[in-house]
């Protein structure tokens, strides 16, 4: 089943664009478009950022086109970053997850066994960011949820971006050529999505997403314009939900504008392995404990020894996966992928 992977400009539109748009766009505008971008639940949240304190949020892409406000909201998340900023050391982290890992979801028929970008689809970013957490044993602080369309809006109010092609590819009718090339919003947007002529499949996607990531950041700086931000705050506005309190604008530039200058990006990386003729990336014990220190650390926070969680239990129970050769993996008790309580 071929999915598309849309690598949006979240990291930007969750916090430097919020910070540098608020200024040059103007308070008003600012607040009229924080207000619609904000959940009910983001007031509530502001104290780690009012108090210049490390946190991380959860930045989702979707396929749907249409954003809802609440939880109720359904659709798969086929882009999942971790974001962490921490104004002490100054830094921003970005950990990259396969949407494919597999999890387990506690429901009310019992446990389902799903692919984490099915989290938000089943139980909303309570449940995302939940299983997020406690995959590598860290704190989720907020999240940002953003619809496919928003990429190709950003980046060309920033006038394109400029990226540096691994290899030739051609896609969707356009061919990319190895090597510099400035990109306009819709190819960007194709060149961000291509898998399956990547020799290193989702990964390579993943490494693509940042470039535009950090070349729209260089854009915006170099070309940004009034015109500019008034088009990515009405891209912004219909096509970005958050519970973080962005509206706080004085706090997040003050306290966290530092820590853009200075990102580091990760890659968390699952074996291959096969339920049912579905393809999963399974969490491996010592990918787990070795992101999971890097997201610790960029925190702030002491790294764990070890951890232990359904994910680590799961894979203890093989006796012939591998992830190499041997990539029929069995679910606990029999139970059955995406069948709510058919383990019991």
């Known amino acids: 089943m071929k999915k598309t992977n849309r690598w949006l400009l979240l990291l930007l539109l969750a916090i430097s664009f919020f910070i540098v748009l608020g200024i040059t766009y103007g308070i008003r505008s600012w607040r009229s478009t924080t207000t619609a971008i904000m959940t009910e639940s983001s007031e509530n949240r502001s104290r780690k950022i009012q108090d210049d304190k490390p946190f991380s949020i959860l930045i989702m892409g979707t396929d749907v086109?249409?954003?809802?406000?609440?939880t109720s909201y359904a659709?798969?998340?086929d882009t999942i970053e971790l974001l962490t900023v921490n104004p002490v050391k100054k830094s921003t982290t970005i950990v990259a997850i396969p949407r494919d890992t597999l999890v387990k979801i506690n429901t009310s028929k019992g446990a389902d066994y799903v692919k984490l970008n099915a989290a938000y689809a089943i139980g909303g970013a309570t449940e995302a960011k939940k299983q997020v957490s406690e995959l590598l044993d860290v704190p989720v602080d907020y999240y940002a949820l953003m619809?496919?369309?928003?990429?190709?809006?950003?980046?060309?109010?920033?006038?394109?971006?400029e990226v540096n092609n691994p290899f030739a590819f051609t896609y969707e009718g356009h061919h990319f050529k190895k090597g510099w090339q400035h990109l306009d919003g819709k190819t960007a947007l194709k060149y961000s999505r291509m898998r399956y002529d990547d020799p290193d499949n989702d990964y390579g996607r993943q490494r693509r997403g940042q470039q535009i990531i950090e070349s729209t950041a260089k854009s915006f700086k170099r070309n940004g314009s009034i015109s500019a931000a008034n088009k990515i705050m009405t891209a912004v506005r219909d096509g970005v939900r958050t519970d973080a309190p962005i509206n706080d604008i004085a706090s997040l530039y003050l306290n966290y504008h530092m820590a853009l200058n200075n990102v580091r990006r990760e890659q968390f990386r699952g074996k291959d392995a096969i339920i049912e003729g579905t393809s999963f990336q399974i969490a491996t014990s010592h990918e787990i404990?070795?992101?999971?220190?890097?997201?610790?650390?960029s925190l702030g926070l002491t790294p764990k020894n070890s951890i232990e969680n359904d994910q680590t239990r799961m894979v203890d129970l093989q006796t012939k996966w591998d992830g190499y050769e041997n990539l029929n993996f069995e679910l606990p008790n029999h139970a059955l992928?995406?069948?709510p309580g058919s383990g019991k």
Do not use: C, F, H, P
Request: without cysteine; aromatic residues 2%.
């Open 289 to 297: 404990n070795r992101v999971s220190k890097v997201i610790r650390k």
């Open 65 to 70: 086109g249409a954003l809802g406000r609440g």
């Open 337 to 339: 992928y995406n069948q």
């Open 75 to 77: 659709g798969n998340t």
């Open 147 to 161: 619809n496919m369309g928003t990429l190709e809006k950003v980046v060309d109010a920033v006038g394109g971006v």
